[in-house]
């Protein structure tokens, strides 16, 4: 009997059997290979601090508005969505995929699971499971390289050095900037980015990263990212940034943005921050030349060129049934896990 994760509250993870039905018209059903897990969005689930449980995301109106619990309880809830599979039966309608085909497919953690067609990519030949179960983590770093315009030259400042920062510095690396200051308190994450491709890692807690990256770049980098979803890190991201300069969000921000100081360099140097995100129904801003599908092949076809490197951030293996202490590790000291896979 086939197994699944399942968040039944917060911090409680259970191991549920269940009964795999055949795919439909148009569905690809995957045996996993490998899947990943998110230290952003679905560690929050695990957490409990995302806001849907109390608000829900309009789809029509773009909004968050209150959500009547009893209709939509937050839990039991099934989670992930980083899996590379092997397609074991597909669908009458189904063109893309056959049996025996790799595939990376944005399904849960859970032994099979029967997703549609448009969820699904092929593994290119060469590419490793760690490298495909990565590739919605460098979409996002793409995402954000295409949202910053970066150009052959640019002085960029990347702000939070985790598995999304350090593809972020390959992105940027990729696109032609001319000097990358990667900023991380961590020592072996600064190390990390140095190795694929910053010219420079700052240690914030030592030295200003402002006046550094200022009085090294003579008024400020070209773009600042910022890619841990820190509020002290896009405030010291803000003050990086040129006069009418721009500042790219990557990450998951939660609660209040108490050590953002608006009235500070935001205001007086006229700045533009932009948030990057290409889920939750968002175009890409040069769709429809780009859309999801692009960005995702282009990453897995940088993989299959050997010109992005997935697998020295995946720092932790896990048998898929050990995953309890997956997310235990991950939750009680995220520093110490860069990227955590489940075999299967």
């Known amino acids: 009997m086939p197994v699944e994760l399942v968040l039944a509250a917060p911090r409680h993870i259970e191991f549920r059997d269940y009964q795999q039905s055949p795919p439909g018209d148009r569905e690809v059903l995957v045996r996993s290979i490998m899947s990943g897990i998110s230290h952003g969005t679905e560690m929050n689930h695990y957490r409990g601090t995302v806001p849907f449980h109390e608000r829900t995301f309009d789809p029509e109106l773009r909004v968050f508005r209150p959500v009547d619990q009893a209709d939509v309880p937050p839990y039991p809830k099934l989670i992930g969505y980083e899996n590379v599979g092997e397609v074991v039966a597909v669908g009458p309608a189904v063109t893309t995929v056959r049996p025996g085909d790799r595939v990376v497919a944005w399904a849960r953690h859970r032994h099979s699971s029967a997703v549609s067609e448009d ?121 990086c940034a040129h006069t009418a300069g721009l500042v790219v969000t990557l990450g998951f921000y939660q ?24 889920a939750w129904g968002c175009p890409h801003r040069n769709h429809p030349m780009w859309d999801t599908d692009r960005v995702r092949r282009t990453v897995l076809d940088l993989f299959a060129k050997g010109k992005l490197d997935a697998m020295s951030l995946v720092t932790h293996r896990f048998p898929f049934l050990e995953a309890r202490q997956a997310y235990e590790l991950i939750d009680r000291d995220p520093n110490a896990c860069l990227k955590a896979v489940l075999e299967y």
Request: proline content about 5%; charged content about 15%; some cysteine.
């Open 255 to 278: 609660g209040g943005g108490t050590p953002l100081a608006l009235g500070e360099e935001w205001h007086h140097n006229r700045l533009t921050m932009l948030s990057s995100m290409g």
């Open 119 to 239: 969820q699904v990519i092929p593994l290119p030949p060469g590419v490793r499971p760690e490298e495909g179960v990565c590739t919605t983590l460098a979409a996002v770093a793409l995402t954000a390289a295409h949202d910053a315009g970066i150009k052959i030259g640019d002085s960029v400042a990347i702000f939070g050095l985790g598995a999304v920062g350090l593809f972020t510095v390959q992105m940027a690396r990729l696109s032609g900037a001319g000097h990358i200051y990667a900023i991380d308190l961590l020592p072996d994450r600064r190390q990390r980015a140095l190795a694929l491709g910053a010219d420079e890692a700052l240690d914030p807690a030592h030295e200003d990263a402002a006046f550094y990256i200022k009085a090294g770049t003579r008024g400020g980098a070209d773009v600042s990212i910022e890619a841990s979803g820190s509020y002290h890190a896009l405030h010291q991201a803000l003050r």
